[in-house]
Nanobody, 124 residues
Framework: QVQLVESGGGSVQAGGSLRLSCAAS????????MGWFRHAPGKEREGVAA???????SYADSVKGRFTISKDNAKNTLYLQMNSLKPEDTAMYYC??????????????????WGQGTQVTVSS
């Protein structure tokens, strides 16, 4: 059974940094596409970053140059390094996994498996 467990959220001031982690189990981690999504109150869930099995990455325009997605296949762990955080980055962050992406890697509809989320709060 696929399990995804996020950690690393918290409260920071604008301009600060956080690193989110997502520990994965129950499937061949290295062969899956992994993504980070966020959901803020009153907004739709948004794809933030994704990394495919070949290491290729995709980012939402709103986080390009500030966020970096990476993975450690040996540890079955996905990361999201978030720098220069802004109040508008405040949201619940989720990691997700899918075997094969048929369309856009930042589309939530592509993903089969989801973690429970970790809260990120950025104050001004």
């Amino acid at each position: 059974q696929v399990q995804l467990v996020e950690s690393g959220g918290g409260s920071v001031q604008a301009g600060g940094s956080l690193r989110l982690s997502c520990a994965a189990s129950g499937y061949t981690y290295s062969s899956y596409c992994m993504g980070w999504f966020r959901h803020a109150p009153g907004k739709e869930r948004e794809g933030v970053a994704a990394i495919d099995s070949d290491g290729s990455t995709s980012y939402a325009d709103s986080v390009k140059g500030r966020f970096t997605i990476s993975k450690d296949n040996a540890k079955n762990t996905l990361y999201l390094q978030m720098n220069s955080l802004k109040p508008e980055d405040t949201a619940m962050y989720y990691c997700a996994a899918v075997g094969v992406v048929a369309g856009g890697p930042l589309s939530e509809y592509e993903y089969n498996y989801w973690g429970q989320g970790t809260q990120v709060t950025v104050s001004s």
